[in-house]
């Protein structure tokens, strides 16, 4: 089972990370792109990259914007360390800032 962080864990893993947030007990972010074809694109690239980890997240793929949530179900729904490296490992895909 997965450790929930600490609220100081919490601050210093989002000051690691490129514009994420967090919603309650979730790290959330939405990009943003040119065509509706390159988020869906982006979304399976996320996907493939959380297989790796094992550690998946709730997308939303919408017109121009995917919003990415990650949680920890085995920490009780609350952020993780897994949290935090699946975030910085989407980041390094390289897509456009929020």
Request: avoid cysteine.
């Amino acid at each position: 089972m997965a450790k929930a962080l600490s609220e100081a864990e919490i601050s210093a893993g989002l000051a690691g990370l490129n514009n994420w947030m967090r919603d309650g007990d979730a790290l959330v972010k939405e990009f943003a792109f040119e065509s509706y074809l390159a988020g869906v694109a982006f979304a399976s690239s996320v996907g493939v990259v959380a297989e790796g980890l094992g550690h998946h997240p709730d997308m939303a793929i919408g017109w121009r914007r995917v919003t990415v949530s990650f949680t920890t179900h085995d920490a009780g729904n609350k952020l993780s360390a897994k949290d935090m490296a699946a975030a910085a490992a989407v980041d390094g895909l390289g897509y456009p800032r929020s």
